[in-house]
Every structure is written in structure tokens, then in C-alpha cells.
């Protein structure tokens, strides 16, 4: 087939394949990049979901020392974690919420943790 080409088209076919190639790699690296930063974005969000989990579970163990404290000497100095820790879960529990807004099942667990705290 190519015997019937002259060496001026063999040599414009010959130089196109490598760019079509480069093209096609170029492509698929764009569409590589592009999952990345939606991965990218993905992982700093649930690093940040995870760093407020963590800071609210740090509010109610201040709540829990401020609380055992309190009951164990009756010293109203002891109740100083437990209001801080309140106000900190408050705070926390806020924020995740807005961040886990978008996820029904995580926004369900957090209003039953926020139920079993204000009953604690």
C-alpha cells in the first residue's frame, strides 16, 4: 500500500504519526491531571471532616475530666474544662455539619452525637 505513496508522502505520514501520538499522550495526561486535583480536593476535604471529628472528640474528653473532677472533689474549679469543652463541641460540631452537609448519613451521625452529648 505504502509502495504506491511517493518518499514526499511517506515522509509527511511518517513525521504526522509521532505527533498524533504526542497529541493523544498529551490528552491523556490533561484527563490524568484533572482526576488528580478532583482527588486532590477530595482528600483535603476529608482530612479537614477528620481534623474536626478529632477536635470534637478532644471537647467532650475535656467535658468528661471537667465533669469527673467536679463530681469527685465538688469543686466548681474542675467545671472550667467541662464549660470549654461545651462551648469547643459547640463550636466543632457546627462546623462539621456544614462541612458534612452534602452527606445525609454522616450529617444523621453527627446530630445523634450531638444528642447523646447534650444528654451527657
Do not use: Q
Not at 499522550?25 to 491531571?33: K, P
Not at 477528620?50 to 475530666?65: G, P, Q, V
Not at 462551648?87 to 450531638?114: C, H, Q, Y
Request: hydrophobic residues 45%.
Amino acid at each position: 500500500m505504502l509502495n504506491n505513496f511517493t518518499i514526499k508522502a511517506k515522509v509527511i505520514i511518517g513525521s504526522f504519526i509521532p505527533l498524533i501520538l504526542f497529541v493523544i499522550l498529551g490528552i491523556i495526561c490533561l484527563s490524568s491531571l484533572k482526576k488528580l486535583e478532583i482527588s486532590n480536593g477530595l482528600v483535603e476535604k476529608t482530612h479537614s471532616i477528620i481534623e474536626k471529628a478529632l477536635k470534637i472528640e478532644s471537647a467532650a474528653i475535656d467535658m468528661e475530666t471537667g465533669m469527673r473532677g467536679f463530681l469527685l472533689s465538688g469543686k466548681e474549679s474542675f467545671l472550667l474544662p467541662y464549660n470549654n469543652g461545651k462551648k469547643s463541641f459547640k463550636f466543632f460540631s457546627t462546623e462539621l455539619l456544614s462541612a458534612v452537609s452534602d452527606n445525609p448519613e454522616l450529617v444523621e451521625r453527627l446530630e445523634g452525637i450531638k444528642i447523646i452529648i447534650s444528654e451527657w
